[in-house]
């Protein structure tokens, strides 16, 4: 995975749960690639298979108010990710509110493509949708959880947000970025995604990660990110 600096090479993330503190250190430019040689298709073929749940229920407060400051620094969601992928930040207000910055080599696109606070072209995707998540087994978790899964670092990019709307609420078997030299990391990242937060895959959706991964199969896997679940005053549903 390319790293792409910034105002901050490296942003601190540190989430307290039941009194304790679990802190992680995230590169700038997306989740830190470890494991393993082949770990991300070693992690793909052990993924448990069921058919997709009816999207009935859904809805994206489900998973809590959209870009909560779960980690605590004073920061919402969207701006961390924004400070740790962005080039040439600048902020409004401090030092918390990204107003302008580059995100250069877009993942899904390979284009670079400028943000600018309230007209922006860069969106911060859940590379797990949110709505194929609660498909594939958070409908059935507490609200701390999925409100965790929509703030992990781990599961969210900044993008090219004209591409990243082409991909809707796709998984692997429906949507790959058009940046083929990107497509390993990015079905890396789902699979670490999903593995962490136990959720399964449709059998079409494994096929496609392995048919992936396996040209590449040295692909590393991508962990780290917050704990499975949000502080306490995030729980109640």
Known sequence: MRLRGGAAAAVVLVFAVAGCKAETTTGSGGPEETGGSGAALTAAESLTVKGRAPKT???RDRFGTAWADTDSNDCDTRDDILKRDLEDVKFTGGDCKVSYGVLESDPYSGKDVTYRRGRSQVDIDHMVALSDAWQKGAKYWDAGKRIAL??????????????????????????????????CTYVAAQVA?????????????????????????????????????????????
Request: aromatic share 8%; proline share 10%; net charge positive.
């Open 193 to 237: 995604v999903k593995k962490k937060y136990d959720l399964w895959v449709t059998a079409a959706e494994k096929s496609a990660m392995e048919k992936v991964l396996s040209g590449c199969p040295g692909q590393k896997l991508p962990t780290g990110g917050n704990p499975t679940a949000a502080p306490p005053r995030f729980h109640a549903d």
């Open 57 to 59: 229920g859904y809805s």
């Open 150 to 183: 929509a703030n992990d670092p781990l599961n969210l990019l900044a993008v090219d947000a004209s591409t990243n709307r082409s991909k809707g609420d796709g998984d692997t078997a429906t949507w790959l970025p058009p940046n083929k030299a990107y497509r």
